[in-house]
């Protein structure tokens, strides 16, 4: 009895050992786009590590403590690593995740809108936006041209409230300039302007409307979305905005930090709140590593995220797998060639070798992307947070890199 209890037990484990061995050859085999974005959505994570001591001399090389660094090979073997659970401010590096968020969420030609709705019984309007970061006063005008001549005219603006303007860990410095513009759904080019805002709008629609119309008295006021509902309201006109795959390239190569944020509230529907649990819940379903990680924003500009090198490196890894990975590596910076890369390495043999994003914010300094070397992709992930940062010695690091063609 016990001798056949044993043997059941063995073949348990052999099967579940074949098992495990057997998905993995199916998964990893990156052959079928079915089985792939199947890997992708499980919440399992075929990595594992291999010693390079070709490569951990080379890290040796370049790297101290103020440096992260995790490198996947094309097979899911971890063959570099320095500090790679130690959590770090990722700056921009966190946009290669709330895109990806973004680009399973949306369909890559969906289009964010604009729309000027109607109530017929009360014959009120309702502008109501979903922060498209090309909007222009232009726009609101076609808009405005749809609003039919009445003796009253009332249009209600739908923004959100103030409070929610900018996420957690966005300085009052931030809030000065272009790049911290406040992240609202009605925003005028992406509220690159501190005097285009609601209250602007508010005005200019209503001298717009006076002009078109004077003998009617006009009424404008800013209602919080939240309060309304469209169920019973009827579409009049509607701007779109440019693709999704266009913003999220926006996004990712131009570093356009409104873009992120909007496009992250409109995937998570959280224009209600700043709160990005969504999409550590979503990394965390796909079972990548998620201890200690903090975030705290779609863009990257808050001082209160945390990742790690291993996770930034892991989830590119396992972003090949994605059925709309090839949309998404499109929408990086090429090294040498577009975006905030273009200008590095442009004379080299590594030009267009390279596809990712950089960050950059005070005492930090981010790259992480796809190394491409001999038809294979390596996942990368750098991070230093230090007083001195030195970006040319990453560069210098990525070169040395992108020489070696084999584990030794």
Not at 146 to 170: A, D, R, S, T
């Amino acid at each position: 009895m016990f001798s056949i209890k044993k043997k059941i037990y063995i073949y348990i484990l052999l099967l579940l050992c074949f098992s495990t061995f057997f998905l993995r050859y199916l998964f990893l085999s990156n052959k079928n786009r079915f089985l792939n974005n199947i890997y992708f959505n499980l919440p399992i994570l075929f990595i594992n590590k291999r010693k390079c001591v070709n490569y951990d001399s080379l890290i040796k090389k370049y790297l101290d403590d103020t440096y992260s660094l995790t490198l996947i090979d094309n097979n899911g073997y971890i063959i570099a690593e320095h500090n790679s659970k130690k959590l770090r401010l990722p700056a921009s590096n966190m946009k290669l995740l709330s895109t990806a968020f973004v680009t399973s969420k949306f369909r890559n030609f969906d289009r964010l809108r604009t729309s000027l709705y109607i109530d017929k019984n009360k014959n009120i309007y309702y502008l109501k936006g979903s922060g498209d970061p090309d909007l222009s006063l232009n726009d609101i005008q076609q808009l405005l041209d749809k609003v039919k001549n009445n003796k009253i005219i009332n249009i209600n603006l739908l923004e959100i409230n103030e409070k929610l303007y900018w996420p957690e860990g966005w300085t009052s410095i931030d809030r000065v300039y272009k790049y911290g513009s406040p992240i609202t759904q009605l925003a005028i080019n992406s509220n690159s302007s501190r005097y285009i805002n609601i209250n602007f709008l508010e005005n200019y629609i209503k001298k717009y409307l006076i002009t078109k119309y004077p003998k009617s008295i006009v009424n404008i006021s800013i209602l919080d979305p939240n309060n309304i509902s469209l169920k019973n309201l009827s579409l009049v006109s509607e701007i779109r905005s440019n693709s999704i795959i266009s913003l999220i390239t926006l996004a990712n190569a131009e570093s356009h930090n409104f873009t992120s944020e909007s496009l992250f509230k409109n995937a998570s529907n959280t224009w209600s709140i700043n709160n990005y649990k969504n999409l550590h819940y979503w990394l965390k379903r796909k079972g990548l590593p998620m201890n200690g990680i903090l975030i705290k924003d779609a863009s990257g500009l808050s001082r209160s995220n945390k990742l790690t090198t291993n996770l930034l490196a892991s989830f590119l890894h396992k972003m090949k797998f994605h059925k709309n990975h090839e949309f998404y590596t499109s929408s990086l910076s090429i090294l040498g060639v577009r975006g905030t890369l273009s200008n590095k390495f442009s004379n080299t043999s590594l030009r267009g070798k390279f596809f990712g994003k950089t960050g950059t914010l005070s005492n930090t300094f981010s790259l992480s992307g796809y190394l491409l070397n001999k038809k294979k992709i390596y996942s990368l992930s750098i991070i230093q947070n230090s007083k001195s940062i030195d970006k040319i010695n990453v560069f210098n690091l990525l070169m040395d890199l992108h020489k070696i063609d084999k584990c030794n």
